[in-house]
Nanobody, 124 residues
Framework: QVQLVESGGGLVQAGGSLRLSCTAS????????MGWFRQAPGKEREFVAV???????SYYADSVKGRFTISRDNAKNTYLQMNSMKPEDTAVYYCAAGARAVLGSTRRYDYEYWGLGTQVTVSS
């Protein structure tokens, strides 16, 4: 019954913005770190951003630092605001929740719940 559902993906021009949402159901995740990962065709799933259980700290991959912002709301929703987007940001974006990621983790095996992903495409 535990679910994470991403939304907000779509097509955007380079330099534009997009905001992804992750809605949790079945339980609250206030003691879970919430992360965003992405995967492009032919590539491994890579870390993008994480926010701690308290929402007090966050960490970003170097490739998105300064452009993306992660936030969370009432232990139910997690957001990824993506600005100044680049074609290299094109990927399926996944929301993930991990008890072992409560303080923030970049390791995908620290996350036990995953959404099905949402496609983000950035055109040149």
């Amino acid at each position: 019954q535990v679910q994470l559902v991403e939304s907000g993906g779509g097509l955007v021009q380079a330099g534009g913005s997009l905001r992804l949402s992750c809605t949790a159901s079945g339980r609250t995740f206030s003691r879970y770190g919430m992360g965003w990962f992405r995967q492009a065709p032919g590539k491994e799933r890579e870390f993008v951003a994480v926010i701690s259980g308290s929402g007090g700290s966050s960490y970003y991959a170097d490739s998105v630092k300064g452009r993306f912002t992660i936030s969370r709301d009432n232990a139910k929703n997690t957001y990824l605001q993506m600005n100044s987007m680049k074609p290299e940001d094109t990927a399926v974006y996944y929301c993930a929740a991990g008890a072992r990621a409560v303080l923030g983790s970049t390791r995908r095996y620290d996350y036990e719940y995953w959404g099905l992903g949402t496609q983000v495409t950035v055109s040149s």
